[in-house]
């Protein structure tokens, strides 16, 4: 059973930087993409970023520039860098991590801008 657990969420000005960490319960040398998708209340969830296995990132047009995921697979972990903040950036963070068929989801993080 993989788990994620998300942190480094919080309460931030317009302007600001968070850096989101995300830790798997298994190696994820071996697994392919990646990324990080928020949820804002009443909206539905939406990719933010993700990062391939050899280090091919993609991200939403609306945080281009302004955020940057890696990984590091020594230590399990996928991270979002987050700059130049908007309230717009308001969400539930959530690490997702498809294996197989499947896809695992972590419990989420919560960010916060505000203006």
């Known amino acids: 059973q993989v788990q994620l657990v998300e942190s480094g969420g919080g309460l931030v000005q317009t302007g600001g930087s968070l850096r989101l960490s995300c830790v798997a319960s298994v190696s994820i040398r071996s697994f392919g993409v990646m990324g990080w998708y928020r949820q804002a209340p009443g909206n539905e969830r939406e990719l933010v970023a993700t990062i391939s296995k050899g280090g091919s990132t993609n991200y939403a047009d609306s945080v281009k520039d302004r955020f940057t995921i890696s990984r590091d697979n020594a230590k399990n972990t996928v991270y979002l860098q987050m700059s130049s903040l908007k309230p717009e950036d308001t969400a539930a963070y959530y690490c997702?991590?498809?294996?197989?068929?499947?896809?695992?989801w972590g419990q989420g993080t919560q960010v916060t801008v505000s203006s």
């Open positions: 997702y991590l498809p294996v197989g068929f499947k896809n695992y």
